[in-house]
């Protein structure tokens, strides 16, 4: 009994040291825990305000842009020197730039403002395709377009001043827009404002960047009539990847291929496609897209990860021109080459009657270690690929060399049609040139000896790339 | 009862320690700094390469600096009397002949960065789905014109605000961002994906759907 009570007695004591020891060490934590969060929370608040520093400073960026460009449309429109006219239509170009680069820094969702941003970025792209025109005296389609988009420059502007305002009386631009992809925020409905509500933007017809008809280019090289999803399959299961299986279809012309297929949807873009996957007998995965209109072989996508090369430039590109003609693309021709890492990038392009057509170029890729085909691309082929008239009557060759410099030496002389900027396409005569170490390509126009362009070849180790 | 007093203080302690650990992280505020690579993946496939014309290296090129590579470059840096730290800096790229500070494929690295961080789980055509999106939009009006204005667009991508962008990418994401540079666009023109499990935003299933590849569905 007396044992049981010293024991008890000693017990309690040990219970006092773990109290103590466990306060203790609960302070310390506490204290730990109170210095870590403020440091945290300082260094927190520090980012915060970091934040709202660009956030206004974007902002306040925008309204001058907006406000630059409000007047400086006023003075376009009212201008009747061409020289003055110019000037302002590059300065408004590259302060509608600067607008949009402001605008995408602000904490706006992206379906936001997304009517705003394409507004101002087809105002520059507007403003940049007239100031090349060299016009003389305005349209009256183009002066009306000129006076609406001062309208709505002026209804953006007091509104983008209003928002100035509030925020010069503290309100804070980070704290108002809370994070959330699609869902609209104090800020984000305060800046929509800034867009009328009674008066859409304008429609800016031209060609240029970022305008309607570069977006929804028009498909030209797919008059055919629709196949079935049977008639396609058919099609897949005749593709072949292998070097080897280009022999057989080319020798024995009774290639079978040993494939699984599986069908992988439709694709209801501008292509209307059948999607397939494919797996071959070596354990490859293939994507593959076949064209509705015309049964066309699309796209082929895969990738391995070979790091020996095997195969050399020139038989890459055999192989390339080969796959081209089992697709029934019997006249194209490798124009361009890239070698990453184990893999060539090519581009085909059409020779007929001596004449390159380089809008209707595809693109083949190839692992240099088996020679295996890998990817394919043909959409830049079906989008621009037509029945084309070209220009008859050309002018001397001659007359047009006399303008390459005297340093130069010719290498070779050749017809090509060159895609210009959005949509257009003209026919040139293509010199390609050597001058000390470069290589450049000059195209002049072969009706009236423009210069349209001139390219320089800067060769690196994987291949030629064109600047 | 003492016994049970004993216990009593023990499950106290271990109660405040577990709430302590819980809301430590809470409030010591999400880490901010995130995984960055010394070198980019050209640069170690680069830095491999050269390790293994020397002799210091056989592994693969697979640009990833692994123990294999390290010792490698430990063993190069004793030879050559340098510091033997295993890290490619300015001397030992001198003598290694890398250049450290070639800028020319910012553009390829960011995309292959946003596909890694955004679809590194779905198939190759998937991943170049994804950078061809980032692409039309350099080219759409309704977007920012340039690569980095569009991916580090105020919350275009998720991957972007959790940090997941500055995870390096792996291969297969730098090949697919490849392909995209290269013209390949499985999707012709899309300029939206999402994830019709995750999405969040009533918003996006307005969206005119144009082709579902893997878990995502691509649209205009």
Not at chain 1, 107 to 113: D, S
């Given at each position: 009994m007396k044992d049981l009570s010293k024991e008890k007695s000693n017990m309690s004591k040990a219970g006092v040291i773990t109290l103590i020891v466990f306060v203790i060490v609960l302070g310390v934590m506490m204290t730990v825990f109170c210095v870590l969060y403020a440091i945290n929370k300082n260094k927190y608040e520090t980012t915060v305000i970091g934040l709202e520093n660009i956030y206004q400073r974007s902002f306040y960026d925008l309204v001058e842009n907006v406000n630059n460009i409000e007047i400086k449309l006023g003075k376009l429109i009212n201008s009747s020197d061409s020289d003055y006219r110019k000037k302002m239509l590059t300065e408004i170009h590259e302060n509608a730039n600067s607008a949009q680069n402001n605008l995408s820094l602000l904490?706006?969702?992206?379906?936001?403002?997304s009517d705003t941003y394409s507004f101002i970025n087809q105002l520059s792209g507007y403003t940049q395709t007239l100031s090349k025109l060299n016009i003389v005296e305005f349209s009256n389609e183009q002066y009306k377009t000129l006076t609406e988009l001062k309208n709505s420059l002026s209804l953006m502007k007091s509104r983008l001043n209003k928002i100035s305002t509030e925020i010069n009386k503290g309100y804070n631009i980070s704290s108002n827009s809370n994070l959330g992809q699609g869902d609209y925020t104090n800020f984000t409905i305060k800046l929509q404002g800034i867009k009328s509500t009674n008066v859409d933007y304008p429609t800016m017809i031209y060609d240029g960047p970022f305008s309607d008809s570069v977006v929804n280019k028009e498909i030209k090289g797919l008059n055919f009539s629709e196949i079935s999803k049977n008639d396609a399959l058919k099609i897949v299961e005749n593709l072949y990847f292998k070097y080897e299986e280009s022999k057989d279809i080319v020798e024995n012309n009774n290639f079978t291929n040993s494939h699984k297929i599986k069908y992988a949807g439709e694709s209801k873009g501008k292509f209307k496609t059948y999607d397939f996957e494919i797996t071959t007998s070596n354990g490859n995965n293939y994507f593959a897209q076949i064209t509705k209109k015309g049964g066309k072989l699309l796209t082929l996508s895969s990738y391995n990860n070979n790091t020996s090369k095997n195969i050399t430039k020139e038989d890459a590109i055999k192989i390339a021109e080969n796959f081209a003609k089992s697709q029934g693309l019997n006249n194209l021709y490798c124009v361009w080459s890239d070698i990453v890492n184990c893999d060539i990038y090519l581009n085909l392009a059409p020779v007929v009657n001596d004449i390159i057509y380089y809008p209707d170029l595809i693109k083949v890729k190839i692992d240099l270690s088996t020679g295996d085909i890998l990817g394919w691309e043909a959409s830049t082929y079906y989008t621009n690929h037509t029945d084309r008239t070209l220009a008859q009557e050309y002018i001397n060759s001659e007359e047009v060399k006399s303008k390459i410099p005297d340093d130069f030496k010719i290498i070779h002389q050749k017809l090509a049609l060159i895609p210009l900027d959005y949509n257009k396409e003209v026919l040139c005569y293509e010199f390609k040139c050597s001058q000390n170490l470069s290589t450049y390509y000059f195209y002049y126009n072969v009706q009236n000896g423009n210069e349209e362009n001139i390219l320089k070849v800067i060769e690196t180790d994987n291949g030629n790339l064109l600047m | 009862m003492i016994l049970s007093k004993k216990w009593w203080f023990v499950s106290i302690f271990s109660l405040v320690f577990i709430i302590f650990c819980s809301t430590y992280n809470f409030f010591a505020f999400k880490n901010l700094d995130y995984i960055q690579a010394e070198t980019s993946y050209s640069q170690n496939t680069a830095i491999q390469q050269r390790l293994k014309d020397l002799g210091y290296y056989d592994g693969p090129i697979d640009g990833i600096i692994g123990w294999q590579t390290t010792q490698a470059i430990k063993n190069f840096q004793f030879d050559y009397g340098v510091t033997v730290d295993g890290i490619v800096g300015p001397v030992t790229a001198r003598l290694l002949g890398v250049d450290l500070n070639e800028q020319n494929n910012n553009d390829l690295y960011l995309i292959a960065k946003c596909v890694y961080a955004e679809a590194?789980?779905?198939p190759y055509v998937g991943q170049v789905a994804v950078a061809a999106v980032i692409l039309n939009r350099v080219k759409h009006p309704d977007f920012p014109n340039t690569v980095y204005g569009v991916v580090y667009q105020p919350w275009a991508f998720t991957a972007v605000y959790d940090g997941q962008i500055n995870y390096e990418p792996n291969d297969t994401a730098y090949k697919a961002a490849q392909d995209a540079l290269n013209g390949w666009d499985p999707t012709y023109g899309c300029i939206y994906y999402y994830n019709p499990e995750t999405?969040?935003?009533?918003?996006?299933?307005?969206r005119e759907p144009v082709i579902t590849i893997g878990k995502h569905v691509f649209a205009i």
């Open positions: 904490p706006i969702p992206i379906n936001g403002l | 590194r789980g779905e999405a969040t935003s009533e918003w996006i299933f307005s």
